[in-house]
């Protein structure tokens, strides 16, 4: 199984993030990542197993953090559009703090996951045009919920399910 921990948006944020994404699709082309599929990665394990999932499970219930609201304002890419995203021009401190507590303890954990630095993002499409835009209305995303969420090989293509949620504060 492949895992990573992310953040979820609730319906309207989602509905928002779709339009959006629509709006880019038809200036930019690419691939439109899945409706279903739309979220924010806070740390990616990829391949592992059932013990993993249960110690991952276990340590995202130890996440005492309050709620806190991302602006996505910006779209920007990542490898000349091979990636084009939304994302915040200021991250909040509740979603640096958040992504830092959860890597230092899968970290204390022993749990391995990809090194690279946080860059909060949504991945609207893969395979467009480079693009670096502020939004003419920031979506506003109340985070209220932590995911443990598996990717699943289907034969329509890739699927995000989540495993488990963990409310914050």
Avoid at 1 to 9: A, N, S, T, V
Avoid at 90 to 108: F, H, I, K, Q, W
Avoid at 113 to 129: N, Q, S
């Amino acid at each position: 199984m492949r895992l990573f921990i992310g953040l979820e948006p609730p319906q309207p944020v989602r509905k928002a993030i779709t339009a959006e994404r629509k709006r880019l699709h038809a200036l930019l082309g690419g691939r439109p990542t899945a409706d279903y599929n739309l979220h924010l990665t806070l740390a990616f394990v990829g391949a592992t197993d059932v013990h993993t999932a249960q110690r991952l499970q276990a340590l995202i219930a130890t996440i005492d953090r309050p709620r806190f609201a991302v602006d996505l304002d910006i779209a920007g890419n990542f490898r000349d559009g091979a990636i084009v995203w939304l994302g915040s021009s200021t991250p909040p401190a509740g979603l640096e703090a958040l992504a830092g507590e959860l890597r230092s303890a899968m970290d204390a954990a022993g749990i391995t996951f990809d090194p690279l630095p946080f860059a909060p993002h949504v991945t609207l499409m893969r395979k467009g045009a480079p693009v670096t835009e502020t939004l003419a209305a920031p979506i506003r995303w109340p985070v209220e919920h932590l995911v443990l969420y598996v990717s699943e090989s289907t034969p329509h293509g890739v699927r995000y399910r989540p495993l488990y949620r963990h409310a914050l504060k």
